[in-house]
């Protein structure tokens, strides 16, 4: 393994839910006796731990509710953990509040590529604008400078330079995921984090970002942590792959070896959801029934998966498995991987 | 095909009337689906999928209108219907599942009513019966614990649970025909495979028709019988899924193919399809709407096109294909 840039240690984000007191419950709250009754909690991100290295692209998989996007905003940093480390190539990022985080200094080494390229481009600002924005706010380039910067970058990520005075209605889907991305490259991160960026996209179109991305990536050595739901883009694309399922990592280790052989019965069944189009791959598939269990106070003892898993034994109720290698480089958290 | 068909739509063609001149959306649009079949219609965004659905539904956006062709189903004409005989026939023996089941169902009902009133309205039940019979559809979707979730809103539940409420509400009066407009899209893999299976199994039971709208190949390939490929307005491939898979033959379709992300290929090995979809307001589009996009193109291509049989179930409407 290359040298670490992202490590995250035990990094927990707990949201408290429920409903909100009223003035009444409030003042009847001051006169009880007793300790108060502890707020209900959601646990979106519970005690992960896991590093990207240097010019290593991670892909995160899970389904929707699994955690996987409020532990991307912890990372960012819009988001202030309730515990754990986050550390980039040295640098404590936990010690930065995510309300200030804007103005602070590493705000340029973590950039993000955001899931709708057409929501997360401001209305009123042409491509050339929204592709400035970062560089006005986090380098020191003159306004020349800033200019010059916006036409390599253009260049770059292959959107025409005409395009720059159009506003995002004006450009189709392809253009603006480019612009999208000219945007979060423009400080030059040493992070890119990019939640689905292809998924608007017709897989015309979703070939040619993927295979930009790549380039980008080998040109400018950066490191990806990739977020979909689209196990064959992160197949494509991932020299890891991460698998969360509520709040959990479950399983981790490089992408072929997870793809070719899951230890997970989650991450079992993830695969076996790939559609095939050859009838003699659907073999032995796996389909889950049941709902997931909820993230709401959830009892510390029982597997996160249980009640889903085809196995689920007494076993997985009694305590909860964690996370331990099953060979070089793969972790998987089950009782009876 | 010897199988009667449940539906068969000859040589439709839909315009929509905008401010910047007339859309020519379909073209010759021809397809048929046998009783029990499952047929997909497969293209990227602007193909057209969606409007063949809604002209041969009748639901058609007020700007639209069907210029030619005809959708016959049960002996009559859909295209041809008044209003209120379509009205009579949505819901009994037409019905679709919408795209997202979260705008689709009414926010302020809860779905085991809604599930009642389409039951009430076109299956025959009486205020008494349907609650029951609406329960009952619940568990055939598959929904654990009907009887709480049918006075559930469609906040309370998740995604997959109210696509489930979808397909209930669209299967409550056993209709000969579905059509599922990307039932999926915005679910998990996991649950997509699960609605996938579990429409499948009813259309299978019931020998329901069923048209299957979607831009994702393989997930085509895994769930139909056949796959009609739309490329801006017009159909260019027909063929069993499979069959397509191994031997694509419009150019159109094999360069779909090399788009789509899959098991064995590698991102270099990719490949992007060159140009867009042609302006649809133009006066000369071309016969074949490919042909500007297409590398092997002939002198020939400039000629009106007719879509031929080159195999078993397998149509292509192309001068030079692969």
Known sequence: MSEQLLDIAELAKRFVVGGKKTAAEKISGLFKKGPAKPPTLLYAVDDVSFAIGRGETVGLVGESGCGKSTLVRLINRLLDPTSGSIQLAGTELTHFRARAFAGNPNRARIQMVFQDAGDSLNPRFTAAQAIAEPLRRLSKLRRDQIADRVNALADMTGLPRELLTRFPHQLSGGQKARVGI???????????????????????????????????????????????????????????????????????????EVFADPKHPYTRALISAIPQADPAERVNRLRLSGEPRSPIDPDPRVCRFYGRCPRGEISCAATMPLLRPVGPAREVACHFA | MTAIPALAVENLSVEFRTRSGVVKVLEHVGFSVAKGETVALVGESGSGKSVT???????????????????????????????????????????????????????????????????TRHGGATRDTAPRLAIEMLKKVRIPDPERRALAYPFELSGGMCQRVMIAIAIACRPALLIADEPTTGLDVTTQAVIMDLIGDLAREAGMATIFITHDLALAAEHCDRIVVMHAGHIVETAPGPELFAHPRHPYSAKLLAATPGETVSLEAMASIPGGLPDLRRADLPPCRYSERCERRLDLCVQPLVSHSVGERHDVACWNPL
């Open chain 1, 182 to 256: 000219a945007r979060a490259i423009a400080v030059e991160p040493e992070l890119l984090i990019l939640d689905e960026p292809t998924a608007a996209l017709d897989v015309s179109v979703q070939v040619v970002i993927l295979q930009l991305l790549q380039q980008l990536k080998r040109e400018l050595g950066m490191s990806y942590l990739f977020v979909s739901h689209d196990l064959n883009v992160v197949r494509l694309l991932c020299d890891r792959v991460l698998v969360m399922y509520l709040g959990k990592i479950v399983e981790s280790g490089p992408a072929a």
């Open chain 2, 53 to 119: 659905a809604f002209a041969v539904m009748g639901i058609l956006d007020a700007a639209g209108r069907v210029t030619a062709g005809q959708a016959m189903f049960g002996g009559a004409d859909l295209l041809a219907q008044s209003e209120r005989d379509l009205a009579e026939l949505r819901g009994r023996e037409l019905s679709m599942i919408f795209q997202n089941p979260r705008t689709a169902l009414n926010p302020i009902r809860r779905v085991g009513q809604q599930i009642a009133d389409v039951l």
